[in-house]
T-cell receptor, first 114, second 113 residues
Framework: NAGVTQTPKFQVLKTGQSMTLQCAQD?????MSWYRQDPGMGLRLIHY???????DQGEVPNGYNVSRSTTEDFPLRLLSAAPSQTSVYFC?????????????FGPGTRLTVL | KNQVEQSPQSLIILEGKNCTLQ??????????LRWYKQDTGRGPVSLTI?????NTKSNGRYTATLDADTKQSSLHITASQLSDSASYIC????????????FGSGTRLLVRP
């Protein structure tokens, strides 16, 4: 199993550009989440999904969209990139709700917005 | 406000030595507390998970302890190895939450030869 994969590994955008961060898992997990990690802060939840077709907002959802058309994939879209979105983004998945089950994290995407 | 504070922010130790990382939290009530290891450029990996009723949990050379009365947890690393160089993150899960985990900002550990 590849586990949780994320692409790209690195990305540089200009302010106002849009892009999609890809996330896929091959563990047949229903629960998937997107986090951002900023220096000196803990990971913060952006959006999460409890299964195909079902998504919800986390702690910091503004400026981001998600969709879940399949169990395996959970892409994160930046609609109009801003310098404040410079961060490292992690996708995670779990078999059951994250509060009771171990989350498996992808390797991350380091995003810089100029 | 639910918070998780970790100390120290960074730590340097010599290979073979022991060390202890601290986690203080205000989350109450909580269902479980976790420690993650995050290597540079990688995603976090789970080390231990303790429910609110457990006092200690081990994973090889890693031992986590929990004192729910003082709202403190510690991660003890025994006989450190160079591969232990990483950030260690404390995570507390509120009792009333299924998805919102409270992450600490981590302790960055460097093990030198």
């Amino acid at each position: 199993n590849a586990g949780v994969t994320q692409t790209p590994k690195f990305q540089v955008l200009k302010t106002g550009q849009s892009m999609t961060l890809q996330c896929a898992q091959d563990m047949n997990h229903e629960y998937m989440s997107w986090y951002r990690q900023d220096p000196g802060m803990g990971l913060r939840l952006i959006h999460y999904s409890v299964g195909a077709g079902i998504t919800d907002q986390g702690e910091v959802p503004n400026g981001y969209n998600v969709s879940r058309s399949t169990t395996e994939d959970f892409p994160l879209r930046l609609l109009s990139a801003a310098p404040s979105q410079t961060s490292v983004y992690f996708c995670a998945s779990s078999y059951s709700v994250p509060a009771v089950d171990t989350q498996y994290f992808g390797p991350g995407t380091r995003l810089t917005v100029l | 406000k639910n918070q998780v504070e970790q100390s120290p922010q960074s730590l340097i130790i010599l290979e073979g030595k022991n060390c202890t990382l601290q986690c203080n939290y205000t989350v109450s009530p909580f269902s479980n507390l976790r420690w993650y290891k995050q290597d540079t450029g990688r995603g976090p990996v789970s080390l231990t998970i303790m429910t609110f009723s457990e006092n200690t949990k081990s994973n090889g050379r890693y031992t986590a302890t929990l004192d729910a009365d003082t709202k403190q947890s510690s991660l003890h690393i025994t006989a450190s190895q160079l591969s232990d160089s990483a950030s260690y993150i404390c995570v507390v899960i509120p009792m009333d939450s299924s998805y919102k985990l409270i992450f600490g900002s981590g302790t960055r550990l460097l093990v030198r030869p």
